[in-house]
């Protein structure tokens, strides 16, 4: 099946103009499916690393969300081991007007605000509510060992 | 006069939040029989004897009486708001049909309210689909010159393939109705009826429509569907939630299913809803089993098998290696050296404690159990109900056929079957309910009713399955094979045999009509069934009064506050 103009002309944005912090390239095979990276934002503990994560634009997009996980080990109240993600506009908050682009300016901004008040890994939720300085640091230690370029 | 055509009177209602925003009747919590006290409730039981305290009024609606109800309150709040049906039904839906609450606040602020609802008053602002000259929508990137968009009143312009589209994926991918917004990220504005019905396929219409009418009843605590398979009945009942916990509100749809309207299990009185949610759990929870299983059972350090403690020595010989070892601390005995009576690589406080748990935690579950294994006894019993059933139903067959009793004659086994499973039910539930009585002397009065109807169910089930003198089910079974039959393929079920090898055999209807061989029975035997029928009735009428005095003594006690129990009614967790 033709690839929707929707996608061919979300795709060119991302490539023409990147948002800041943000790459994501369409796999060669598979126009659907992309390579994300998302650096760390500043100031938070995952400053200074580049998350890796995988895109995937199910059949009935843009009625639908875009499938997202994270594939670099990351931690994060609202992310899992598994790499899941538990965002509101990937869920019931999902309009067909958002965008790759505002999906994974979403997450970054999630990275910058982690809400342990919805979490998604419990523990490291508990970890976030009871001790944040000392949960800060964890995260910090997992950047270092993880997602360093 | 049914609940469904009540009058408008709610202007009697000055309190605005006592209102029952349900149905639109009017409602007192206070859990006293106050139907048809002005309010339109006609009393649902006016033709059947007095309500007994375990019963509740009820009234089955189906589909046509709801959408019937619904079309009228739309009409009249569309009469006092002057505006279109549609709208009328969408700003009730918003108010969850409360009436003169929306009528109120529509009063107030007309704009604002139709808003918040997704209501578009004025034609103007109505969604009208436009060709739009140099336009691309947002969403599928198209910008045909000829393409047809639609804006909602927010202004928002999406085409209207991206529309349907996108309609067809909530309504019939996501089952939304009511609350289905603009398209655009973040925008609040509701798709209104009117738009959908220009937008949508018909099947989708129709879909939508249904789930509209669904959320009438959803939204009601009043209301509920039957939860039977595929049964179209809605049940409306008037119980508040404190007063579940006094009464089991039993209703029975006309589909014949029985169901608890406060939890939609099916009947479980006399336990009230919280217990029954606690009892299941705690059936569910093996953690009981578990817990004994550790307490009493250790695994022999050489062999791994696994061995049960069962007296107070700690010397402990494994049966299958004849390893010995210390049940405190698992150690070899040998290691103990002269304090051989004692262990001491633990020190005597925690070993005594650690028996102490033990024998708490056996002596928990062996209560539990007592009530579980009384409980599941039921269960099981009513489950092969089914089986009684068809054995009665060839008696039945087989009385009629020896004796003079006619059709209606007979029907009294069918009606003693039905009073036996029912009552099993009830017994089944007891066992719960009494499971978190605390003991005290109320408590000895509850077990006494139990006991009472325990004996008399038992006598009626022991009567039901006892062969009938002089009638012989297998030879009058026998006898409707006629010559032009071949009786070698006849299998004859003699009551005792299993029904679906029955089923195998050649369709009983295909034979011709029963021709009893005993066309004169004897007085004998005529007069010994005439005396079952009477035992059996006895029987049957002693277990419904049982029964009666059961629930209607414990429904009683609930309100009176007369039991003790032994659990937290928040948590559910026993009480030491
Ligand atoms: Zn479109
Ligand atoms: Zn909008
Ligand atoms: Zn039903
Ligand atoms: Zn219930
Ligand atoms: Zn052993
Ligand atoms: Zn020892």
């Known amino acids: 099946m033709a690839l929707p103009k929707r996608i061919i002309k979300e795709t060119e944005r991302l490539m023409a103009e990147p948002a800041p912090g943000i790459s994501a390239t369409p796999h060669d095979d598979n126009l659907r499916y992309f390579?994300?990276?998302?650096?760390?934002?500043?100031?938070?503990?995952?400053?200074?690393?580049?998350?890796?994560?995988?895109?995937?634009?199910?059949?009935?997009?843009?009625?639908?969300?875009?499938?997202?996980?994270?594939?670099?080990?990351?931690?994060?109240?609202?992310?899992?081991?598994?790499?899941?993600?538990?965002?509101?506009?990937?869920?019931?908050?999902?309009?067909?007007?958002?965008?790759?682009?505002?999906?994974?300016?979403?997450?970054?901004?999630?990275?910058?605000?982690?809400?342990?008040?919805?979490?998604?890994?419990?523990?490291?939720?508990?970890?976030?509510?009871?001790?944040?300085?000392?949960?800060?640091?964890?995260?910090?230690?997992?950047?270092?060992?993880?997602?360093?370029? | 006069m049914s609940a469904m055509d009540y009058d408008d009177d709610y202007m009697d209602d000055d309190d605005v939040d006592e209102y029952d925003s349900d149905t639109g009747m009017d409602v007192d919590d206070d859990g006293e029989d106050d139907y048809g006290a002005g309010d339109g409730f006609a009393p649902v039981v006016a033709d059947r004897d007095v309500k007994k305290p375990y019963e509740v009024d009820f009234k089955v609606h189906s589909t046509d009486e709801i959408v019937a109800f619904q079309t009228k309150e739309v009409a009249h709040v569309a009469g006092i708001l002057g505006c279109l049906p549609e709208h009328a039904a969408t700003l009730l839906r918003t108010f969850k049909w409360n009436k003169e609450r929306l009528i109120e606040r529509y009063m107030e602020d007309p704009e604002g309210e139709s808003e918040k609802a997704g209501v578009v008053m004025d034609a103007q602002k109505q969604a009208k689909f436009a060709i739009v000259?140099?336009?691309?929508?947002?969403?599928?990137?198209?910008?045909?010159?000829?393409?047809?968009?639609?804006?909602?009143?927010?202004?928002?312009?999406?085409?209207?393939?991206?529309?349907?589209?996108?309609?067809?994926?909530?309504?019939?991918?996501?089952?939304?109705?009511?609350?289905?917004?603009?398209?655009?990220?973040?925008?609040k504005v509701v798709v209104d009826e009117i738009t959908v019905e220009k937008v949508v396929a018909p099947e989708i219409l129709a879909k939508y429509r249904s789930l509209l009418l669904r959320t009438y009843v959803d939204d009601s605590v009043h209301l509920k569907w039957c939860p039977a398979p595929d049964c179209v009945y809605a049940i409306e009942c008037h119980i508040a939630s404190n007063?579940?916990?006094?009464?089991?509100?039993?209703?029975?749809?006309?589909?014949?299913?029985?169901?608890?309207?406060?939890?939609?299990?099916?009947?479980?009185?006399?336990?009230?809803?919280?217990?029954?949610?606690?009892?299941?759990?705690?059936?569910?929870?093996?953690?009981?089993?578990?817990?004994?299983?550790?307490?009493?059972?250790?695994?022999?350090?050489?062999?791994?098998?696994?061995?049960?403690?069962?007296?107070?020595?700690?010397?402990?010989?494994?049966?299958?290696?004849?390893?010995?070892?210390?049940?405190?601390?698992?150690?070899?005995?040998?290691?103990?050296?002269?304090?051989?009576?004692?262990?001491?690589?633990?020190?005597?406080?925690?070993?005594?404690?650690?028996?102490?748990?033990?024998?708490?935690?056996?002596?928990?579950?062996?209560?539990?159990?007592?009530?579980?294994?009384?409980?599941?006894?039921?269960?099981?019993?009513?489950?092969?109900?089914?089986?009684?059933?068809?054995?009665?139903?060839?008696?039945?067959?087989?009385?009629q056929s020896t004796s003079t009793l006619s059709w209606i004659e007979v029907q009294f086994l069918r009606k003693a079957c039905d009073v036996l499973l029912e009552s099993r039910m009830t017994l089944k539930w007891t066992y719960s309910f009494a499971y978190f009585l605390s003991r005290d002397n109320m408590t000895a009065l509850f077990e006494d009713n139990q006991r009472d109807l325990e004996m008399a169910v038992e006598n009626l089930n022991e009567l039901l399955e006892r062969p009938i003198p002089g009638v012989d089910v297998a030879s009058t079974a026998a006898t409707t094979i006629t010559p032009q039959q071949q009786p070698s393929h006849h299998h004859v079920n003699n009551g005792a045999g299993t029904p679906t090898s029955m089923s195998k055999e050649p369709s009983a209807t295909s034979l011709p009509p029963l021709t009893p061989s005993h066309s004169t029975p004897s007085v004998l035997v005529e007069d010994s069934i005439r005396d079952l029928r009477q035992q059996v009735l006895d029987k049957m009428g002693y277990v419904k009064t049982r029964r009666e005095v059961l629930l209607s003594d414990t429904t009683q006690g609930l309100r009176e506050h007369r039991w003790g129990m032994n659990v937290d009614m928040k948590t559910g967790i026993l009480f030491d």
């Open chain 2, 243 to 399: 007063q579940l916990l006094e009464v089991v509100p039993t209703v029975r749809c006309k589909c014949g299913h029985q169901f608890c309207f406060g939890c939609g299990l099916p009947d479980h009185q006399p336990c009230i809803c919280v217990l029954v949610r606690f009892w299941l759990k705690k059936c569910a929870d093996d953690s009981e089993t578990a817990n004994w299983i550790s307490a009493n059972t250790k695994e022999c350090m050489k062999c791994m098998s696994t061995i049960e403690k069962n007296g107070g020595c700690n010397h402990m010989t494994c049966k299958k290696c004849k390893h010995e070892f210390c049940w405190v601390c698992l150690g070899p005995w040998s290691d103990h050296g002269t304090a051989w009576y004692n262990c001491n690589r633990f020190d005597e406080k925690a070993s005594i404690d650690a028996r102490d748990t033990q024998a708490k935690s056996r002596q928990a579950l062996e209560r539990y159990l007592h009530y579980y294994n009384r409980y599941a006894n039921h269960e099981q019993s009513a489950k092969l109900s089914s089986e009684l059933l068809e054995k009665t139903a060839i008696k039945m067959e087989a009385l």
């Open chain 1, 35 to 149: 390579d994300v990276v998302i650096s760390g934002p500043q100031q938070s503990p995952f400053e200074g690393g580049d998350f890796k994560l995988e895109l995937f634009l199910p059949e009935e997009y843009p009625m639908a969300p875009p499938k997202v996980r994270f594939l670099t080990k990351i931690y994060h109240p609202n992310i899992d081991k598994l790499g899941r993600i538990c965002l509101d506009i990937l869920k019931d908050k999902w309009s067909p007007a958002l965008q790759i682009r505002t999906v994974l300016l979403s997450i970054q901004a999630l990275l910058s605000a982690p809400n342990p008040d919805d979490p998604l890994a419990n523990d490291v939720a508990q970890h976030w509510k009871e001790n944040e300085k000392d949960a800060i640091q964890t995260a910090r230690n997992w950047t270092a060992q993880h997602a360093h370029a």
């Open chain 2, 133 to 187: 000259k140099g336009f691309e929508c947002p969403i599928c990137c198209n910008d045909d010159a000829d393409m047809e968009t639609l804006a909602l009143h927010c202004e928002h312009r999406f085409c209207r393939d991206c529309y349907a589209h996108y309609l067809n994926e909530k309504v019939a991918e996501q089952g939304e109705s009511r609350r289905i917004q603009c398209m655009s990220a973040g925008c």
